[in-house]
């Protein structure tokens, strides 16, 4: 087993050209990919969907109850990764305020390190890790997550797999995954 740490945009791209045998841990399933990846079982879920804030540039968000009210308001900015698809109408909504959103081709940890330098007022970022950000990022400590209405309410994580990983090794994926026990059987 290796491990191997890159961007979003690289990462996707190896997967769907199936260059090699690999895994990726941490996605939601998408039937959009499944021609184009394997995907084990759920290992886990995902928390409800927020977005960080720095502490500073919360007044912004006090009347906007609804993550449509934040990307409709042309006084917010957002950070988010490039080609991630954050849903259909969420995508939409963002690409229609380009000009004052930040797109960047890195991970979670690069969103936090833009936000606390001040380079957008929101990132949309994997709640459950801000904490393990705040601690190990320069002044992101005032980081905090808000969960305004309209966000995902959490999903089932798993990997996804080139299709050129064989069919014996997902099997001893999914096996390894229900042998642990982590969802109740009816949620594999």
């Not at 990307?71 to 380009?98: C, H, M, T």
Request: net charge positive.
């Amino acid at each position: 087993l290796v491990w191997h740490k890159g961007t979003y945009k690289r990462i996707m791209r190896d997967l769907f050209d199936n260059a090699g045998n690999f895994c990726v841990t941490g996605y939601s399933f998408s039937e959009n990919r499944t021609h184009l990846v394997q995907y084990t079982a759920p290992y886990g879920r995902f928390p409800p969907s927020g977005i960080a804030v720095r502490q500073e540039a919360l007044p912004m968000f006090q009347y906007h109850n609804h993550i449509n009210d934040v990307l409709a308001d042309p006084a917010i900015s957002g950070i988010f990764i490039e080609g991630a698809k954050y849903g259909e109408d969420f995508n939409r909504r963002v690409a229609s305020g380009a000009g004052r959103h930040l797109h960047i081709s890195g991970g979670d940890e690069d969103l936090i390190y833009l936000l606390a330098k001040g380079r957008g007022h929101f990132a949309m970022v994997n709640r459950a890790q801000v904490n393990h950000f705040r601690s190990r990022i320069p002044g992101a400590d005032s980081v905090k997550v808000l969960q305004p209405e309209g966000m995902s309410k959490g999903s089932a994580v798993h990997m996804m797999c080139t299709l050129t990983v064989p069919k014996a090794i997902i099997d001893k994926l999914n096996d390894s995954i229900r042998s642990i026990g982590v969802l109740p059987a009816g949620e594999y």
